[in-house]
């Protein structure tokens, strides 16, 4: 059973840099894509950025692209989002998710963490 906690959310303002951290246990982190998605109140989850298990292929939602970056370190078990020139629309609560499968669609993401809140103020 694949578990995924996720750190490093908060608040922070307009413009600014934050850096999520989801730390995975419990299976083969290195054969399981790993992807950001995130929630907003009253809204769908959306599908924010993607890396494949070797860390070689990467996705991005056409929100975040050119500002937020993924990357894995798998020695440590560990995917990174980290999110440049935040804007106030980035708010929401920040989930990780991890599949054998490479893609976008959250109903193809069997291991989900609780989620992370990043807040941006303007």
């Known amino acids: 059973q694949v578990q995924l906690v996720e750190s490093g959310g908060g608040l922070v303002q307009a413009g600014g840099s934050l850096r999520l951290s989801c730390a995975a246990s419990?299976?083969?982190?290195?054969?399981?894509?790993m992807a950001w998605f995130r929630q907003a109140p009253g809204k769908e989850r959306e599908f924010v950025a993607v890396?494949?298990?070797?860390?070689?292929?990467?996705d991005y939602g056409d929100a975040v692209k050119g500002r937020f970056t993924i990357s894995r370190n798998n020695a440590k078990n560990t995917v990174y989002l980290q999110m440049n020139r935040l804007k106030p629309e980035d708010t929401a609560v920040y989930y990780c998710?991890?599949?054998?499968?490479?893609?976008?669609?959250?109903?193809?993401?069997?291991?989900w963490g609780q989620g992370t809140q990043v807040t941006v103020s303007s």
């Open positions: 419990g299976g083969t982190f290195r054969t399981h894509a």
């Open positions: 998710a991890s599949d054998y499968r490479f893609g976008r669609d959250a109903y193809n993401y069997n291991y």
């Open positions: 890396v494949s298990g070797s860390g070689v292929s990467t």
